[in-house]
Structures are given as structure tokens and as C-alpha cells.
């Protein structure tokens, strides 16, 4: 029998509002991590309504209608069942809710919900919090906890990884199409490099392409 310990997974976690088709890109290039590096994702969410409820006059007008009071509803699902169900629900609804919304190009409807929920083997009366504020206590929590580490500037998703001073959160990265196999890995150990380094804060340009669920 060998004494040899198994090392510990490297924990991050991942922020994300069920609406974003550029957070859905960025969930599904961590699972990918997961399969190529010693990782574990943990999900938490956040919300595009809660971040802009204060600037919705600012917004263009599509945008305003996405990110507006209607688009508290897939997040209030999700926390809903994450109280309910326990935290392991929350990546598995995530998925079928995303393969629904954005994959196959369903959009945030009730009905997409609903076969979500189908979906992840969850109960259907969890529909019923997409219109309640029960849990958005739990909500706000949780988007606090993961837009404090960013700042208000920024939207999702949100990373929290290790870094040179304890735990590094940064808003993306920001891909499209999903990094696959070693390209995965390569970005995520270029992810840990950036955060190793003291003081580093952002490397941008500007989005050229529209989001690709490949």
C-alpha cells in the first residue's frame, strides 16, 4: 500500500450570470482545464441585472432589456436550487442551462428554463423563483463577494485563482471559441502566470468577433 499523497487540487472560482454568452465560452474552457490540469471549479454567481440596476438609463436599448429586472430570472433559478439542492447543483444546472440559452440558441425564455431544469434532474417547481426575491439576499451575497474582488468596472465572469499575494480574481479571461485540450492549458498556465506576478492588472483589446459556442 502506498504512502504517496495525491495533491491537492488547485481550487478557482468561477462567476457567472446565466445570460452571458461570453462567461458561457469562459465556463466551458474551465471544464476543459479541469480535464488537463489538477483543477476544481467552484461556481458561484453573480448578476448582469444586480451590476447595472443603478446605470440601466445608460445602456443601449437592447442591452437595457437583457440586463433589466427580467433578466434577475435564470440567476434566481439557480440560487433557488442551490439553496435547496446543495452546492453541487449549481455547475450542472449552469450547463444545461447555457447548452439551452446560448448552444443551441434558445435564449433566456421560461420554456428554456423549464427543460433546464428537466435537464440537470432538477424539480420543475424551481420555475417559481425566477419571479421571487426570496433568495436574492443569497444573490447579492454572492455577487458582492465576487465583484469586490474586481471592482465595479468590470462584468462577467469573474476568476478567482492563486496568485502572488493569496487568492487573484480577474474579469475573464474573455475567449471565443472554447480553448480546447492543450490550448486550454496553455492559456490557463498563462492565467496563473499573470496572476503570480505583483501588481499586474490587465491585458485588453477590442472584441472583433461575436461569441462562438463551438
Keep these: ?13 468561477f462567476w457567472f450570470d446565466p445570460l452571458c454568452p461570453w462567461a458561457w465560452i469562459t465556463s466551458r474552457w474551465m471544464l476543459e482545464v479541469e480535464k488537463v490540469r489538477d483543477v476544481e471549479v467552484r461556481w458561484h454567481v453573480m448578476s448582469l441585472s444586480v ?46 442551462l447555457g447548452t439551452r440559452f446560448h448552444t443551441n440558441g434558445e435564449g433566456s425564455t ?19 423563483f425566477a419571479d421571487s426575491d426570496e433568495y436574492d439576499w443569497v444573490l447579492r451575497a454572492s ?16 476568476i ?19 480553448p480546447r485540450g492543450e490550448a486550454a492549458a496553455r ?11 505583483p501588481g499586474f492588472y490587465e491585458i485588453k483589446r477590442t472584441r472583433t468577433a461575436a461569441p462562438s459556442f463551438e
Design 143 to 158: 455577487h458582492n463577494d465576487g465583484i469586490e474582488r474586481v471592482g465595479q468596472e468590470v462584468g462577467t465572469p469573474v
Design 51 to 96: 451590476l447595472n440596476e443603478n446605470r440601466l438609463h445608460e445602456l443601449p436599448e437592447h442591452y437595457r432589456e437583457l440586463v433589466g429586472p427580467k433578466g434577475l430570472a435564470p440567476v434566481r433559478v439557480v440560487t433557488a436550487a442551490q439553496q435547496k439542492h446543495g452546492d453541487e447543483v449549481v455547475g450542472r444546472l449552469y450547463t444545461a
Design 160 to 178: 478567482s485563482v492563486p496568485g502572488a499575494d493569496g487568492e487573484v480574481a480577474f474579469f475573464g479571461p474573455v475567449v471565443t471559441p472554447t
Design 187 to 197: 492559456l490557463w498556465d498563462g492565467t496563473l502566470l499573470v496572476a503570480s506576478t
Design 110 to 128: 421560461r420554456e428554456a428554463i423549464a427543460g433546464a431544469l428537466a435537464d440537470a434532474g432538477l424539480p420543475a417547481e424551481l420555475l417559481a
Design 1 to 13: 500500500m502506498s504512502d504517496t499523497q495525491v495533491p491537492e487540487k488547485t481550487p478557482v472560482d
